[in-house]
Nanobody, 128 residues
Framework: QVQLVELGGGSVRAGGSLRLSCAAS????????MAWFRQGPGKEREFVAG????????GYADSVNGRFTISRDNAVNMVFLQMNTLKTEDTATYYC?????????????????????WGQGTQVTVSS
């Protein structure tokens, strides 16, 4: 059974930091692009950050660029999102996502429709 499990959400004051982890199991994810998306209250799901299979390509939404860092450890099938200088507008449920169809890709899709596997989400709440 394929699973993506997010860990590390929580509540933090503005300006603080959190680190999200995503543990993948049930298949080999090391060959595929993985990404983080988020969905805030009353908003659509949006791309946050992505990383291709060998970490050679990383991309960020403009709203988080310079504050968030995505990384992965293929040896243990995990992806991470380090979030610094958090803002109240970062409050959302954060989802880990994995591509299924394009191994060894250099591209970094930003559309949720390009990702097949999804975690259940972890809540991040940033207070002022």
């Amino acid at each position: 059974q394929v699973q993506l499990v997010e860990l590390g959400g929580g509540s933090v004051r503005a300006g603080g930091s959190l680190r999200l982890s995503c543990a993948a199991s049930g298949r080999i994810f090391s060959d595929y692009t993985m990404a983080w998306f988020r969905q805030g209250p009353g908003k659509e799901r949006e791309f946050v950050a992505g990383i291709n299979w060998d970490s050679g390509t990383r991309g960020y939404a403009d709203s988080v660029n310079g504050r968030f860092t995505i990384s992965r450890d293929n040896a243990v099938n995990m992806v991470f999102l380090q979030m610094n200088t958090l803002k109240t507008e970062d409050t959302a449920t954060y989802y880990c996502a994995a591509d299924r169809d394009r191994p060894y890709s250099r591209n970094l899709p930003r559309d949720s429709a390009d990702y097949y596997y999804w975690g259940q989400g972890t809540q991040v709440t940033v207070s002022s």
